[in-house]
């Protein structure tokens, strides 16, 4: 079986990113608190990881996004609501991948 999806990316200028469940649009931060360009690669490819397995978790595993039933005071907060929310959980672990991407860059 074939599928074809369209996913728009855009850089904004943040620290922070999202991923729009239903819409399939992800921004991704382009600002990071380092200067070393290394650790900038790092934090926008985890960024990016993470954001893109909000998409497959959208388009993939068909999870609504009011499962992801937190606020944006939980998110500035980091609270349990946000931190210990499963799909958060998953995103995260996503973005360990990035070492994979950056042994691909030096």
């Given at each position: 079986k074939d599928w074809l999806f369209e996913l728009k990316v855009k850089g904004i200028k943040s620290l922070g990113s999202s991923y729009y469940f239903g819409h399939n649009e992800m921004e991704v931060g382009l600002y990071c608190s380092s200067r070393v360009k290394k650790e900038r690669r790092a934090y926008f490819i985890q960024s990016f990881l993470h954001e893109f397995r909000h998409f497959v978790q959208d388009n993939l595993d068909m999870v609504s996004g009011k499962k992801l039933d937190y606020t944006e005071k939980d998110i500035q907060a980091v609270n349990e609501k946000y931190w210990?929310?499963?799909?958060?959980?998953?995103?995260?672990?996503?973005?360990?991948?990035?070492?994979?991407?950056?042994?691909?860059l030096d």
């Amino acid at each position: 079986k074939d599928w074809l999806f369209e996913l728009k990316v855009k850089g904004i200028k943040s620290l922070g990113s999202s991923y729009y469940f239903g819409h399939n649009e992800m921004e991704v931060g382009l600002y990071c608190s380092s200067r070393v360009k290394k650790e900038r690669r790092a934090y926008f490819i985890q960024s990016f990881l993470h954001e893109f397995r909000h998409f497959v978790q959208d388009n993939l595993d068909m999870v609504s996004g009011k499962k992801l039933d937190y606020t944006e005071k939980d998110i500035q907060a980091v609270n349990e609501k946000y931190w210990d929310n499963k799909y958060e959980i998953e995103a995260r672990e996503w973005e360990k991948y990035a070492n994979s991407f950056l042994m691909l860059l030096d």
